[in-house]
């Protein structure tokens, strides 16, 4: 996963009460008049300006790309670098209560400006680095991680502990593209490296209740579900499956009884088609759900209490008492892909192109329609060739508009970097039919794109009021709001270039006022939280994603973002609904939550968020294994 490098700043801690030495350092003064010119200095250096902290066996060097920065910083002879080592077993489980204090670990000899700057040597990398201290040997087999501590007139300044977040590649919001309907990329929340994506199947949600202690499922069961969602035209592709138990009771009985009922419910499903169903399926307990009902009940105490300590109550006459509410808490979440059935399925695309060229000739329109439809699903798949497409021979004719639409805009699907070749298809296409809804829609989606990416300059005040008119052409009011919050988008990037605070301001408010207004994707989500957090405030992606947080159905990766944005904030993570959020992330992925508390470059945020009483109550109990 791309990672980001958070450097964050602490100060104003406790004096160190600890018997360390302090090597004369002043603790005290890091407000006056020596820290405000220097920090100015320090935080003038460009964006591109990167440090750290590097081990080399017991050898820990301070590393820059900046040596010009560095000379500019360290001018007085008691400017300098110290380092605080700081172990992990600090934070051990068993230990009692953190004492909060200046310096966390050990605090090693500052090293000042001379000795800084002459010991300065080139790395391979195209780095400057210089010595400044080494490890004491009962620390060398421990978790480590090194805080910075940056003097001025040896006078702390600037206190680091570096942050390890990962980020994500994010984009305008989907506007997909008009074929017979809108239909959009299933662009998932992946790595930065890793960020391709497909077109989407019809994909059906729902919820199966389950009823307590049952654990097989008959046709007889589904059949009636089954029926109601008409999938006549439809096979099930895959299926997910998510399965939750309520809290009371053991863990493991929990569990299995979770993914038997799971396997139980594809089995009947498998037995009403031919075509093989591919399947995903996960069980854990519901203690999302829970703590979220028992709030502003007689039970909200509970909320307060570790996982046993409310399993050890939820027995004998306060469980019945509790089942309405438990009961909810016991269901299946099933999304199904569907993929449409296709007469046409079993021919190569030669042979479907013959029979599309047939049709057109015959004027054989509504075959021709499905015939064409059966290609894009081979292209969809992969079972053919995108240069298919350049081989559909369309005339370009009025009534045939709606094939060279199609045609025009599944290139762009598949293929965004034609995205230019395909506007110029589509303004040729306006021409022959200047009223055309798809035509009109596709061509505003693709100006925007090209438009954002500086492949096509455009007269931005005529350009909204196009996308605007798209209402004139029946063309859903969700959809041109959708396209307007991309254009603010756009918009709100060029005057942050350009420094205009007061009108990018403006347009982010118009799309913090505006997307509610249509529904977004995982990834709409994730994109729309990196872009306030960016461009205005992470309040904002906060308020964005702190429901979808506490949702059981969200989005994993969506979830773990949620928690980079706030798990530095101890104003958040000390709040009940915060723990619902983590014992959500733990029940999606214990083993990716608990490596948050990782050390720094292993992985890890940081393992010094335990600092955090409340983010180590819910660590020892989940992660102390």
């Not at 009108?503 to 990834?523: G, M, P, T, W």
Request: aromatic content about 12%; some cysteine.
């Amino acid at each position: 996963m791309k990672s980001k490098f958070i450097l964050l700043f602490i100060l104003g801690f406790a004096l160190n009460s600890n018997a360390q030495d302090q090597f004369g350092i002043n603790f005290e003064n890091y407000n006056n008049e020596v820290c405000q010119k220097f920090s100015q200095t320090f935080f003038n250096r460009t964006k591109e300006t990167k440090f750290a902290i590097k081990r080399n066996n017991a050898s820990l060097f301070f590393e820059t790309n900046d040596v010009a920065w560095l000379n500019k910083l360290f001018s007085k002879s008691k400017d300098g670098i110290a380092v605080d080592i700081v172990a992990k077993d600090r934070y051990d489980c068993s230990a009692e209560e953190l004492e909060p204090r200046q310096i966390k670990g050990r605090l090693l000899a500052p090293v000042y400006t001379k000795r800084l700057k002459s010991g300065l040597k080139q790395t391979k990398e195209n780095t400057y680095r210089a010595l400044v201290g080494r490890i004491p040997d009962d620390l060398l087999n421990k978790d480590l991680e090194f805080n910075i501590l940056f003097l001025s007139d040896n006078n702390l300044c600037q206190y680091y502990v570096i942050y390890d977040l990962e980020s994500y590649p994010w984009d305008l919001l989907d506007m997909g593209m008009y074929l017979d309907s809108i239909t959009y990329n299933s662009k998932e929340i992946k790595t930065a490296s890793n960020d391709a994506y497909v077109l989407k199947n019809k994909t059906l949600k729902f919820t199966i209740p389950f009823e307590k202690n049952k654990s097989e499922y008959s046709q007889e069961d589904i059949k009636p579900l089954y029926d109601s969602l008409r999938l006549t035209d439809f096979n099930i592709k895959s299926i997910n499956i998510k399965a939750y138990s309520s809290v009371e009771g053991s863990l493991e009985r929990n569990v299995k009884l979770q993914q038997q009922r799971a396997q139980s419910i594809v089995e009947v499903l498998q037995s009403f088609q031919k075509p093989s169903i591919t399947n995903e399926i996960s069980s854990s307990e519901n203690w999302v759900e829970f703590l979220n009902d028992i709030e502003n009940t007689a039970y909200a105490n509970f909320k307060t209490l570790t996982k046993s300590q409310i399993k050890a109550k939820l027995v004998g006459a306060l469980s019945s008492e509790m089942e309405p509410i438990l009961r909810q808490h016991r269901k299946a979440l099933v999304t199904l892909e569907l993929e449409k059935k296709d007469k046409y399925k079993d021919l190569n695309g030669t042979e479907l192109l013959n029979k599309f060229k047939a049709a057109i000739d015959l004027d054989e329109l509504d075959e021709a329609l499905i015939i064409q439809n059966s290609l894009f699903d081979k292209l969809k798949n992969k079972e053919v060739s995108p240069e298919l497409l350049n081989k559909m021979e369309v005339p370009n004719q009025l009534k045939y508009v709606a094939f060279l639409n199609k045609n025009s805009a599944y290139k762009y699907l598949l293929r965004a970097p034609q995205i230019m070749i395909v506007y110029n298809e589509l303004l040729a296409l306006e021409k022959l039919a200047p009223k055309d809804k798809r035509v009109k829609y596709n061509l505003a989606v693709t100006k925007l794109k090209l438009w954002r990416y500086k492949a096509l300059e455009v007269d931005e005040k005529k350009f909204k009021n196009e996308i605007r008119a798209l209402k004139n052409y029946q063309i859903p009011t969700d959809l041109v709001t959708r396209i307007l919050v991309n254009y603010n988008i756009t918009i709100a990037e060029k005057l942050m270039r350009k420094r205009d605070y007061a009108n990018k301001d403006k347009a982010v408010k118009f799309i913090e006022s505006n997307y509610k207004n249509f529904q977004l994707s995982d990834y709409d989500y994730l994109s729309l939280a990196q872009f306030f957090s960016y461009y205005a405030n992470t309040e904002l992606s906060v308020k964005l994603l702190s429901n979808k947080a506490k949702s059981i159905d969200t989005d994993e990766n969506l979830l773990f973002y949620y928690l980079n944005l706030t798990i530095i904030n101890p104003e958040l993570t000390k709040t009940s609904d915060y723990r619902t959020i983590m014992l959500n992330a733990l029940n999606m992925n214990k083993a990716r939550y608990c490596k948050l508390f990782n050390p720094f470059g292993e992985g890890g945020v940081t393992f010094q968020l335990l600092e955090d009483a409340y983010l180590k109550e819910t660590y020892c109990e989940n992660c102390n294994n």
